[in-house]
Nanobody, 119 residues
Framework: QVQLVESGGELVQAGGSLRLSCAASTRTFSRYNMGWFRQAPGKEREFVAAINWSGGSTYYSDSVKGRFTISRDNAKNTVYLQMNSLKPEDTAVYYC????????????WGQGTQVTVSS
């Protein structure tokens, strides 16, 4: 069982930046592929970014490519999502996920962190 806890979400102005963190409670963190997903009000959850177990491969949705960067620190059992040039349409609850699949890890989920981008 893997527990994931996201943090870093807050209210930010358009054009600003945020860094989300996701801490995992497992001794085998480095074995898991990790991902970020988001869900806006009234919409389905969508894929944002993923990183493989070693950090050697990353994958992004077209909507965030070039603005967001996913990274991981296996020594700290943490995955990050650096979000730059934020837009109002990035407003959503952001979820961290872990799993064996890549680029769609989905076996374990965090509780989510709210990101709100004001115009």
């Amino acid at each position: 069982q893997v527990q994931l806890v996201e943090s870093g979400g807050e209210l930010v102005q358009a054009g600003g930046s945020l860094r989300l963190s996701c801490a995992a409670s497992t001794r085998t963190f480095s074995r898991y592929n990790m991902g970020w997903f988001r869900q806006a009000p009234g919409k389905e959850r969508e894929f944002v970014a993923a990183i493989n177990w070693s950090g050697g491969s990353t994958y992004y949705s077209d909507s965030v490519k070039g603005r967001f960067t996913i990274s991981r620190d296996n020594a700290k059992n943490t995955v990050y999502l650096q979000m730059n040039s934020l837009k109002p349409e990035d407003t959503a609850v952001y979820y961290c996920a872990a799993g064996g699949s890549y680029p769609n890890p989905h076996d374990y989920w965090g509780q989510g962190t709210q990101v709100t981008v004001s115009s």
